[in-house]
């Protein structure tokens, strides 16, 4: 190329820079003012020692419905309507924060909660199930509620394949539907849920 033809090139380039990007990667929408996140009410203890394999239990992330499968934050309205509450949006889909709830719930009852992805030995036992409810009810708009729900199963390496179900379930009044009034009612509920869990299991 000729340094006659350089120039109108550069320039070209230049004004298109200038324009900014010709694709917009991600979305336009704006990002949220603040993230929702759920905690353990108990933390968890630092293990002090080796623990013996027979009492590991593996936590899996519950499988959810699809209205669940997302960073927003649905509101039931009947039987037969789900919406999303305006300005809520989870730091990541509940599911997997209620996982580590109860991984972490479990470590403060003394169960060395082990995540078989970063160890090769098996876990003796594994936690899993379905999240099927997590979110508002305004059904009855005089007693707004949070509802939580866990379709449990824990199965044993040892004793498959006989595994043990069990259904959990929590609620807890709302005082104002705002996304942190309600995030607080539904961690308050989900702690519940994982007390009840922990006991079932080291029971």
Known sequence: MTAALRLPVLTIALVLAGCGPLVQIGSTDKPPVSLLTLSATTPPATYAGPAPTSATVAVEVPAVPLPLQTLRLPVTTSAIEVRYLTGATWAEQPNRQFQRLLADTLAAKGVPVVDPRQTRTPPARTLTG????????????????????????LGSSRTAPTVMLRRFDAEEPVAAQTPVAVAAALNRAANRVAVDVAAWVTG
């Open 130 to 153: 379905t999240l099927s409810r997590f979110g508002l009810d305004v059904s009855d708009p005089a007693s707004p509620v949070v509802r939580v729900r866990y379709d449990a199963q």
